[in-house]
Every structure is written in C-alpha cells, then in structure tokens.
C-alpha cells in the first residue's frame, strides 16, 4: 500500500514538473485566479444589489481560502492537463461538478470554523454558478481561438491551399455532425459545406454547426441547382438496403460525384471521420445491419490465447486477423502459403497494430514438418481454418489439388489439433457444399465429415495417419509421424455461408475490371443467383459461432435474400455513372464447369434449429460418419490424387457425398 501511495505521488511529482515548465500553465492558472475574483465579486453584487460597502471586508477575506481551495481542485481533477484546444461536453460537465464540489468544501469550512456566522449562503450558490459559467467561457474561447482565430491566421501559401469543393450532405444526424465539425476544424480540408438535406421535414430551416437544413432528401436535385454544390456526401449511416439504393438514385440523377461514409461494420469504434469518406461499393446496397456481438463470450475464448489463422493472407483470413485483434489475444499465428498476401497481412498488422505479437508462416497445411514445428514452438489454444482452393472452374480442371489442400490438408490440421491439445477448432466452410455439383463443393462438404467424425469424445484412431496419403515422395527416414491420442478434448464445428464481397473469387473485382476498360460484362446466366456478405460481418459472425459451439456443430449465417449476378452488374455499371446494354454492354457466355444457377445453405435430412443469436442457425443432421467409414474411401481418393485420375476422383467424392452430382465432361 505504502509502494502504491509513494508511486502515484512520485506521478503527481512528474506531472507537475511538466506543467511548470510550460508556459501556457501559469497563464492560464493566472486567468482561471482572475476569473474566479471575478466570480465572488459578482456573486457578492447580485446578492447586495451591487452596494458592497458594508461586506467588502468579509469579500476580501474569503478570496485566500476560495482561490486555494478552488486551483487546488481544479489541478486534482485534472483541469490543468487537458489541451483546451479540443475541449469537448464531458471537460464542460467536469468543470460544473468540480464548481459544486469546491462550493461544498468552502461552505464546509466556514460551517466548522464559525458556524457561517455573518455569511450569506446565497454568495455562495450565486458563486458556484459564476465560476462553472466563467471557467467554462473561458476554455470555449480557447478551443474558438485554436478553430477560427489561429487557423485563420496559420500561414499556408496560397499555392498550398486546397481548393475548397462546395459539399452537400445527405443527412442531418450525428454522423453529419461529427464531418461538419472536423471541417471545421482543419482549414486544409478540400470542403466547404454548403447545406444538408434530410427526411425529417422538422429539421429544415435549422442549423447544424452554422450550415442550414434546406429541405427533402427528394429534392436533392433543386438544392444542387440552387447551391451550386460541385459534390454529395451521404452523411449517414444507412443500413437499409432500399433506402440506400433511394439515395444512389438521387445522386445518380444529379450527375455529380457522390461519396459515402463507411458501414457500421467498419465503425467498430464508432468513428466518423471526414478522412473516412469513400466511392460508393456494392457493399454498401446490400444495406447489411449491425452484427451483434457477444462481446464476453467472445474475449472468453480469444483474450489471453495463442490464436492459429489459416489462409491468414486471404479475404476472410485477414478480416479474421482484424476482428481477433480487438479481443487482445496473446499471439496470432499468420499462415498462408501465398508470399504476397502474407506480407501484405503481416505489414497492415505491425503498422496499425503494434501491440499485439504476430508470428508469420509461410507455408501449406498439407506439410507435416511445418505443423508439427507451428504447434510443438506457438501451441496454439484456437485454429481458424479458413485456408482452401476456392475457384470453382480451376478446382474442377485440377481436382487433385482440391483432395491435397482442402481434404487432406485439413485432416492434418485436425490431427495436430487433437493431438497437440488444441481447446478450439473452426472450420470454415461454404454453401457450395450443399448438394454440390463441383469438385470445390465437394471437397468441403468431405472437410464437414472429417471435422464431425473427429469430433467424438474418443477417438477410434483408425485412420491411416494423414501424412501417408499427402506425400508425392517417400517420407524420409527419421520422421516422426504425428502421434495418435485415443481421446479427444478439442471442440470441432464448422460455419457455413455464401459468397464474400471483393474477395480473389468474387465477381465483383472481375466486374470492375471489366467496366474500366468499356465493357463487356460478362455474366454466366441470366438468372443465376448468389448470397453475398461483406467480409467484416463474416468474420464477426465466425468469431460469434466460435463462441456458441460445444462440438460437432456446423453453423450456418443468414444470408438474407439471394442477389441476382445480372442485376449486380447492371447496379455495378450504374455506380460509374454509365447505362447497362447502352453504354456497357452485359454479355451472357454461359454457366462454367461445376457452376449451377443457385446455391443452397441445407441439404435434404439437415435439420436446421434457430439459435439465440439472430443471425446464426444450426444444423442438427444424420449421425455423423465414424473415422473408421471414411478411411477406406480416403485411401482410394489419395490413391486417384497420385494418379492425377479426375475422373476417379470424383467417382469417390461421390460415393462419400451421395448428394454429389459430379460433371464428368472436364
């Protein structure tokens, strides 16, 4: 207790030091001194009706003990270490707490001392309210100095001067307040704020930092006229999907560029920043809404740990990365086997996140030697597998490499799992494996099998070890195989859901591509169908079902409604302000091997029961395979891989998925 009292005094000693060498400490001290003589005089005149005759004594007695008192407090509440310049609504409501606390102390005293014996106790009320007026005034022209005075007068040649864009915002609400305000702030901002346009008709004629309410969102167009803006802001966020496309169109009909703030999903913080803004993306039309996050739970499982990410240079992985880093685990274990989407991963994390520890491995899961190094060195305590051959056409041309990577190079994962004592282990899987009709789909509906049969309390062993079936090449003599327990503590489950915005396997990146160089845009089929989420909400919901699960359990997430790929790319071609069909011709070439027009989350015999998390549901299906079932079929797929025989492959893959329709054509 004594080392503790003696440290936060040795603090105290050094912040003073600190601010009494800054210059800008004793003026403002000796104005808030001012100020408060300022403060008694005037409550002593309110209260006397300004004739201080006969009380100009008791006046100057008490200014010693109020002046003491009060600069004492205020340098122990911490009034003397903030930087005026940003003063905000809590440093105001501080001031008003500290003006009572000073009052009671003195009234205190006075009570002890002589029983307020020829005092009036109005002075004093009146003085409390003086001094939180005056303080406060004081600090607001400090920040008005820093905002209008100084910026004004800061020298910026004028070559330097940003031209100023005449900016109208959509929105009149806290997120317009927030950009309004930062323009303010920085004169080197390329904006000048016209007005904001809203859907609350009460709103209009008001102002919000100076700029008027002009009227109706729907209006938009009049009010770009009569303003003359150069530039839009939807400056709101929108979670509704169709109110959001509402303000595209708007914008659109204007012909002026438009920019938007970024979705809920990337406002963990609750951020909003002018430096935020961005192009509309197809991301922000599928108007997804918050994802709701078990926040204990969650740190439960990854606060403290050492937490393994395959495919960690991917579009989930590395969303995985940054949705794991908010819970403070011990280490992140970056895996992936693509050198450019591992440094890439790697720098964003150690430049925006230093103070958490991340290892890199580069490398595949299918290499026996690197896992048994990774969990022997790290051990691990959670594993995201995200790590997988994806692309359904190049998978379904080279299949071998779907058994090698996403089948065998799982099994391996599970193995070292169980075996190296692994608390957590979540496989992410696709809607591609719900009655699938390509060898990509197939493989993972394989890796759902393997992940539900390893997850029995005792494991049966009967499997040939994994390492056996992925080597090209004879083991070499003196390695050890990957020891196999008879028990299994490891907790297995598996997420389940469709397509990721801008991911490597998207269309959208190919679409983009394709109207920047004038078209065409090419679409499989008129009426082919896909669900579509954002990477961030993926990621936030395989964090939340890593949380909810006991073992054995594959989760699936909401997708919402199945979006049309024609009509994404009729939307895609709108955002860049040109026609589809006219401008941008929209070319139908036919679906690709292994493709068909939509995609499902179930299959038959799956029973799908809601969970208490809206957006995650589970499957209760058949009993699942033993290991003992799947070895003989493993051996003849390892078999067929060797042999590069894609027809014997899928052969296999469907007598171990019966619902497999394999496309014997490629």
Sequence with gaps: MISIVCEKLSTQGRLFRNLAGNPKFWLILGTDALLLVLAHYLAYSVRFEFHLDDQ???????????????????????????????????????????SIFTSTVIISLLLLGNRFAGFSRSVFILDCFFTSGLITAHRVSIRYFYQRVANGLSFIPDE????????????????????????????????????????????????????????????????????????????????????????????????????????????????????????ISYKDLLGREEVRLEQEKIGGYLTGKTVLITGAGGSIGSELCRQVLRFAPRLIILFDSSEENLYNVQMELRHEHDNIKTVTVLGKVQDLRLLKSVFQQYAPSVVFHTAAYKHVPLVERNPWQAVYNNIFGTQLLIEAAITYGVDQFVLVSTDKAVRPTNVMGASKRVTELLMLAYSAPVWDGSFSPAWTRTQKRPEPTGLQKIPQPTSNTTRFMGVRFGNVLGSSGSVIPLF??????????????????????????????????????????IFILKMGDPIKISQMACELIKLTGREPDTEIEIRYVGLRAGEKLYEELITEGEGIVATHHEKIMVLRGKEPLSCKALNNQL????????????????????KIVPEYSPDYSV
């Design 56 to 98: 100009w004594l008791r006046f100057t007695s008490l200014l010693p003990l109020i002046l003491s008192v009060k600069l004492l407090s205020f340098y122990i509440f911490g009034l003397y270490r903030g930087m005026w310049r940003y003063t905000s609504l809590n440093d105001f409501v501080t001031i008003f707490l500290v």
């Design 160 to 279: 330097k001067r940003p031209e100023k864009k005449r900016l109208l915002l959509i929105g009149a609400g806290d997120a317009a307040e927030k950009v309004l305000r930062e323009i303010n702030e920085n004169i080197q901002l390329p904006y000048q704020p016209l007005g904001l346009v809203d859907d609350d008709p009460t709103k209009i004629g008001l102002r919000l930092h100076g700029v008027p309410v002009l009227g109706l969102i729907d209006d938009l167009e009049e009010h770009v006229r009569r303003t003359r803006a150069q530039e839009i802001l939807i400056a709101t966020v929108v979670v509704d999907k169709a109110q959001m496309r509402r303000f595209v169109t708007l914008c659109q009909r204007t012909q002026l560029p438009f920019k938007v703030l970024p979705n809920m999903g990337e406002l963990l913080n609750g951020r909003v920043s002018i430096k935020t803004i961005r192009d």
């Design 512 to 553: 983009k591509r394709q109207i920047e160089r004038g078209g065409p845009v090419t679409v499989t089929h008129p009426d082919v169908t896909r669900y579509f989420m954002s990477a961030e909400e993926a990621a936030q919901l395989i964090l939340q079902s890593g949380s909810m699960g006991v073992g054995g359990e």
């Design 635 to 654: 051996e003849f797929l390892a078999q067929h891989a060797k042999e590069l025989n894609s027809k014997g492959i899928k052969e296999v893959l469907q």
